[in-house]
Protein backbone atom coordinates (compact mmCIF):
# COMPACT_ATOMS: atom_id res chain seq x y z
CA UNK A 1 0.00 0.00 0.00
CA UNK A 2 1.34 3.69 -0.72
CA UNK A 3 -0.20 6.18 0.86
CA UNK A 4 0.17 9.92 -1.05
CA UNK A 5 -1.00 13.29 1.56
CA UNK A 6 -1.67 16.12 0.17
CA UNK A 7 -3.06 20.06 1.45
CA UNK A 8 -0.65 21.02 4.52
CA UNK A 9 0.16 24.68 4.74
CA UNK A 10 0.33 27.79 7.03
CA UNK A 11 -2.92 29.29 8.48
CA UNK A 12 -4.15 31.74 11.18
CA UNK A 13 -5.69 30.59 13.80
CA UNK A 14 -9.45 30.02 13.15
CA UNK A 15 -8.88 28.73 9.62
CA UNK A 16 -9.14 25.65 7.81
CA UNK A 17 -7.63 23.34 5.88
CA UNK A 18 -8.38 20.04 3.93
CA UNK A 19 -5.62 17.41 3.94
CA UNK A 20 -6.55 14.59 1.30
CA UNK A 21 -4.36 11.10 1.07
CA UNK A 22 -4.66 9.04 -1.81
CA UNK A 23 -4.36 5.39 -1.26
CA UNK A 24 -3.03 3.02 -4.53
CA UNK A 25 -1.40 -0.57 -4.53
CA UNK A 26 -3.08 -3.20 -2.14
CA UNK A 27 -6.38 -0.82 -1.05
CA UNK A 28 -8.86 -4.25 -0.86
CA UNK A 29 -6.39 -5.43 2.13
CA UNK A 30 -6.90 -1.55 4.25
CA UNK A 31 -8.70 -3.21 7.03
CA UNK A 32 -8.50 1.07 8.62
CA UNK A 33 -7.49 4.18 7.45
CA UNK A 34 -6.87 7.70 9.04
CA UNK A 35 -4.50 10.70 10.00
CA UNK A 36 -1.82 10.82 12.90
CA UNK A 37 0.05 13.89 13.78
CA UNK A 38 3.45 14.38 15.66
CA UNK A 39 3.93 17.96 16.83
CA UNK A 40 7.85 19.27 17.76
CA UNK A 41 9.10 17.29 20.90
CA UNK A 42 5.95 14.66 21.19
CA UNK A 43 4.88 11.62 19.78
CA UNK A 44 3.05 10.59 16.90
CA UNK A 45 -0.54 10.71 17.78
CA UNK A 46 -4.30 9.38 16.54
CA UNK A 47 -6.51 12.36 14.79
CA UNK A 48 -8.87 10.38 13.20
CA UNK A 49 -9.74 7.02 11.27
CA UNK A 50 -11.91 4.87 10.27
CA UNK A 51 -11.48 1.81 12.26
CA UNK A 52 -12.46 -1.71 10.73
CA UNK A 53 -15.96 -1.56 11.54
CA UNK A 54 -16.17 1.53 8.94
CA UNK A 55 -16.91 4.21 11.77
CA UNK A 56 -15.04 7.32 12.39
CA UNK A 57 -12.91 7.63 15.51
CA UNK A 58 -11.60 11.32 16.67
CA UNK A 59 -9.12 12.20 19.49
CA UNK A 60 -11.12 14.56 22.01
CA UNK A 61 -9.27 16.97 21.11
CA UNK A 62 -10.36 17.87 17.61
CA UNK A 63 -14.57 16.46 17.97
CA UNK A 64 -16.75 18.99 16.15
CA UNK A 65 -13.65 20.73 14.58
CA UNK A 66 -12.10 18.00 12.34
CA UNK A 67 -14.29 15.67 10.31
CA UNK A 68 -12.68 12.56 8.08
CA UNK A 69 -14.40 11.42 5.04
CA UNK A 70 -13.78 8.93 2.34
CA UNK A 71 -14.12 8.58 -1.30
CA UNK A 72 -13.89 4.74 -1.73
CA UNK A 73 -14.50 5.39 -5.72
CA UNK A 74 -10.74 7.56 -5.50
CA UNK A 75 -9.28 5.45 -2.94
CA UNK A 76 -9.18 9.03 -1.16
CA UNK A 77 -9.46 10.40 2.63
CA UNK A 78 -10.05 13.53 3.47
CA UNK A 79 -9.43 15.52 6.98
CA UNK A 80 -11.53 18.84 6.77
CA UNK A 81 -9.84 20.97 9.40
CA UNK A 82 -12.15 23.73 11.08
CA UNK A 83 -11.23 26.01 13.82
CA UNK A 84 -7.72 25.55 13.73
CA UNK A 85 -5.63 26.44 16.70
CA UNK A 86 -1.69 26.41 17.15
CA UNK A 87 -1.90 23.25 18.67
CA UNK A 88 -2.74 21.64 16.15
CA UNK A 89 0.46 22.39 14.71
CA UNK A 90 2.29 18.83 13.56
CA UNK A 91 3.26 17.15 10.85
CA UNK A 92 0.22 15.17 9.55
CA UNK A 93 0.48 11.37 8.51
CA UNK A 94 -2.24 9.31 6.29
CA UNK A 95 -1.68 6.18 7.78
CA UNK A 96 -3.63 2.71 6.32
CA UNK A 97 -3.35 -0.63 8.21
CA UNK A 98 -3.91 -4.03 6.34
CA UNK A 99 -1.94 -6.82 8.57
CA UNK A 100 0.99 -4.00 8.83
CA UNK A 101 1.20 -0.39 9.35
CA UNK A 102 1.67 1.85 6.12
CA UNK A 103 2.83 5.52 6.94
CA UNK A 104 2.45 7.77 3.85
CA UNK A 105 5.14 10.86 3.84
CA UNK A 106 4.19 13.90 6.17
CA UNK A 107 2.60 17.40 5.34
CA UNK A 108 3.12 20.41 7.50
CA UNK A 109 0.46 22.20 9.08
CA UNK A 110 1.26 24.78 10.78
CA UNK A 111 -1.17 27.38 12.92
CA UNK A 112 -0.43 31.16 13.91
CA UNK A 113 -1.70 32.43 16.48
Known amino acids: VQLQAFGGGLVQAGGSLRLSCIAS????????IGWRRQAPGKQRELVAE???????NYRDSVKGRFTISRDNVKNTVYLQMNSLKPEDTAVYYC????????WGQGTQVTVSS
Open 95 to 102: VAVTSRLY
Open 25 to 32: GSTSRINA
Open 50 to 56: FSSGGSP
